[in-house]
């Protein structure tokens, strides 16, 4: 079993920065992999980055250049470096873990919300 922790949602103009944590309990996190889906009222939920346990990343059209995922697996996190916020970007972000296995979710966080607004 893992559980996941989200921190560092909030309130941001746009334009601007936050950072995403997210922080696993359980077995072998560094076999997993990780990331992070959004959902925003009334949408579907969607993959915003992943981040495989060899370090390969890949990331939603919308936010190539400007969020990064990153892992450290000695400290059993992932994160979310989100620059250039956009209103677009508001929604309830994510944190998953997939099983040693597959690469899809099958763990989730409870969820931590960013909202962009002046």
């Known amino acids: 079993q893992v559980q996941l922790v989200e921190s560092g949602g909030g309130l941001v103009q746009p334009g601007g920065s936050l950072r995403l944590s997210c922080v696993a309990s359980?077995?072998?996190?560094?076999?997993?992999?990780v990331g992070w889906y959004r959902q925003a009222p009334g949408k579907q939920r969607e993959l915003v980055a992943g981040?495989?346990?060899?370090?390969?990343?890949n990331y939603a059209d919308s936010v190539k250049g400007r969020f990064t995922i990153s892992r450290d697996n000695a400290k059993n996190a992932v994160y979310l470096q989100m620059n250039i916020l956009k209103p677009e970007d508001t929604a309830v972000y994510y944190c998953?873990?997939?099983?040693?296995?597959?690469?899809?979710?099958?763990?989730w966080g409870q969820g931590t919300q960013v909202t962009v607004s002046s």
């Open positions: 981040i495989t346990r060899g370090g390969s990343t």
């Open positions: 359980g077995r072998s996190f560094s076999a997993r992999t």
């Open positions: 998953y873990a997939g099983s040693i296995s597959s690469e899809n979710p099958r763990y």
